[in-house]
Structures are given as structure tokens and as C-alpha cells.
């Protein structure tokens, strides 16, 4: 068996702490806080989307939202979007994330037309929603295509 010198030694230990300490970070990330907002979603899956943290969000009834709307955003979805140039904001598939204060079953509603469901992970991504208590709704005349 090899004996190893003190400076050898002093690198192991040196980079066993660095691994520990990089482990130690890993599984201390803080969970991101879910958000309520607006979107929209193009052809391929593209978010575009203004939102506040649940945190930030304004009561309104029974719900906490964000309080922006589509068409006072439009203008800034556009210069993010440049093929949207000419469309109105209704003619790009859109939909909110509210969050429902109900004390016995609180839950994110994501108003969306059905055309855009198929990017309904992405939308749950986007805005950091916990999968369990999250439900989709696609009968809101507002939101339909």
C-alpha cells in the first residue's frame, strides 16, 4: 500500500468538501414560486407571457391574479414577437393563470383555447405551477379561438 504525502492528502480532502459542498447546494434549491399572468402561445410552442409571483399577485374575489390584460400588452408582445407584426392580440392563441384562494382545494386555473393545450407543459414550466394542483380550462368564451 502506497503512502501518500500531506499535500496529496490536503487535495483529496480539499476536493471531497468541494463535491460534498456542490451536493449540498443541489438539493438546497429553494422551489421557484409559482406565477400568475398572461400569455400567449404561437404555432410551435413559443411563451410569450407577462406574470408576478403568487406573492406579488393582487386579490380579486376569490382569486389572486395579475392584473395586466392582453391588450394593454400587446404593443410589448409585438416588439418581443416581430412575426406578430400586422395581427391583432386576439389573433395569436393567449390565455391567464389566476390562483384560487380556496382554503379546502386552492388551485392555478390556466384559461387557455384548446389549440394551444398541446403546450400545456410548457405553459405549467413557464409560470412554475405545481402539477397536482393545477387544472386547464378550455370553455371560457374569452379565451377561445
Known sequence: MRVR?????????????????????????????????????????????????????????????????????????????????GLEYEDVPRGRVLYRKDPKKPEFIVYLPKQILKFKNKVVSRFNLPSGHTIFDTTDDHYRM
Open 5 to 85: 504525502d500531506k499535500a496529496e492528502i490536503e487535495v483529496i480532502q480539499e476536493v471531497a468538501l468541494r463535491n460534498a459542498i456542490a451536493k449540498f447546494r443541489a438539493m438546497s434549491k429553494k422551489a421557484a414560486i409559482p406565477e400568475v399572468g398572461i400569455f400567449w402561445v404561437d404555432g410551435v410552442g413559443v411563451i410569450y407571457a407577462e406574470s408576478i409571483s403568487l406573492r406579488e399577485a393582487d386579490d380579486y374575489g376569490e382569486f389572486r391574479i395579475y392584473l395586466g390584460n392582453h391588450y394593454d400588452s400587446w404593443d410589448k408582445a409585438v416588439r418581443a414577437n416581430p412575426q406578430w407584426q
